[in-house]
Structures are given as structure tokens and as C-alpha cells.
Nanobody, 124 residues
Framework: QVQLVESGGGLVQAGGSLRLSCAAS????????MGWFRQAPGKEREFVSA????????YYADSVKGRFTISRDNAKNTVYLQMNSLKPEDTAVYYC?????????????????WGKGTLVTVSS
């Protein structure tokens, strides 16, 4: 069983930056594909970004491409999401996700493990 704990959320003005962290425990971190999803009030949970376990290949939703960067530190069992040029529409609860076999998922239904989320609020 993998446990995921997010941190780094908060309130930021439009154009600002935040870095989210997700600390994992209970498994072999390097073997998991990791990702970030977000859910705004009244909306479905949507894919943001993901990184494979082995190759480190990265994937991004079109809405965040060029502004967000995902990375992982396998020695620290942690995945990060650097968010720059934030917009009010980025406001959401951000969830960390983990998947067996180093795979990545771009739909919420395919995720094996979830964190509890961290709130990001971007003011205009």
C-alpha cells in the first residue's frame, strides 16, 4: 500500500508561482508512475501532469504546458509540480497520484493510489 502526502498549496496572486510536493511511502517509489490531477469546485477531476517511473518521461495537459513542470527525486521518494504563471482558472484541489509498473494515467479512473489533496487558490 502506497501513502501519498501533498504539500505546498496556498493562496497566490495571478502570475505567481507555487511548488507542490508529494511525499510517498510504503512502496518502491522508483517503480511507480507519478502524476498530478486537480479538481475545481463543481468540476470533474482532471489530469494535469505525469512522469514515468523508469524513463522519467513527462506528460502535460495542454492547459498547463509551458507553465508547469513535473519532476521526481527517487532518493527522496518525492514528486514535485512547479507551477509558474498561475491563472485564476488554475484554482483547484491538487491531488498526487501513483500507478503500478511505472505507468502514467491521464484519466482519474485509472489511478491506483491517491493523496488527500492540497488546495491552490489563485486570485485575480
Amino acid at each position: 500500500q502506497v501513502q501519498l502526502v501533498e504539500s505546498g498549496g496556498g493562496l497566490v496572486q495571478a502570475g505567481g508561482s507555487l511548488r507542490l510536493s508529494c511525499a510517498a511511502s510504503g512502496g518502491t517509489f522508483s517503480s511507480y508512475g507519478m502524476g498530478w490531477f486537480r479538481q475545481a469546485p463543481g468540476k470533474e477531476r482532471e489530469f494535469v501532469s505525469a512522469i514515468r517511473g523508469s524513463s522519467g518521461s513527462t506528460y502535460y495537459a495542454d492547459s498547463v504546458k509551458g507553465r508547469f513542470t513535473i519532476s521526481r527525486d527517487n532518493a527522496k521518494n518525492t514528486v514535485y509540480l512547479q507551477m509558474n504563471s498561475l491563472k485564476p482558472e488554475d484554482t483547484a484541489v491538487y491531488y498526487c497520484a501513483a500507478n503500478w509498473g511505472g505507468l502514467v494515467r491521464t484519466t482519474a479512473g485509472g489511478v491506483d493510489y491517491w493523496g488527500k489533496g492540497t488546495l491552490v487558490t489563485v486570485s485575480s
